[in-house]
């Protein structure tokens, strides 16, 4: 499967950005989805998990009540949404996907298929 990352820009803190993560090539819903970021300097963090069925919806500590994961298995895409934003979530988004994994999806090298990323500055 591949994939592709946008959405991402330039926001104040305390702003919002929905990052869009498009699928092609591989029936999307047999995937599990996971979004990460990584920050000048800094390792790839987990953010946020979401099952094939949309059943189970995971996130880091750092970015709970704050982003929603989604995804549309129709369209073939998933969703970020990021609420509440802060110059602390300035970094490159990415998705990534696999599909046997599940239990270690906190775990970069669980997903096999990543896109390109998508950069988020917030302002302070």
């Known amino acids: 499967v591949q994939l592709q990352a946008f959405g991402g820009g330039l926001v104040q803190a305390g702003g919002s950005l929905r990052l869009s993560c498009a699928a092609s090539?591989?029936?999307?819903?047999?995937?599990?989805l996971g979004w990460f970021r990584q920050a000048p300097g800094k390792e790839r963090e987990f953010v946020a998990y979401?099952?094939?069925?949309?059943?189970?919806?995971y996130y880091a500590d750092s970015v709970k009540g704050r982003f929603t994961i989604s995804r549309d298995n129709a369209k073939n895409t998933a969703y970020l949404q990021m609420n509440s934003l802060k110059p602390e979530d300035t970094a490159m988004y990415h998705c990534?996907?696999?599909?046997?994994?599940?239990?270690?999806?906190?775990?970069?090298?669980?997903?096999?298929?990543w896109g390109q990323g998508t950069q988020v500055t917030v302002s302070s």
């Open positions: 990534a996907a696999d599909q046997y994994g599940g239990t270690f999806y906190r775990v970069a090298r669980t997903y096999d298929y």
């Open positions: 090539g591989r029936t999307f819903s047999n995937y599990i």
């Open positions: 979401i099952s094939r069925s949309s059943s189970a919806a």
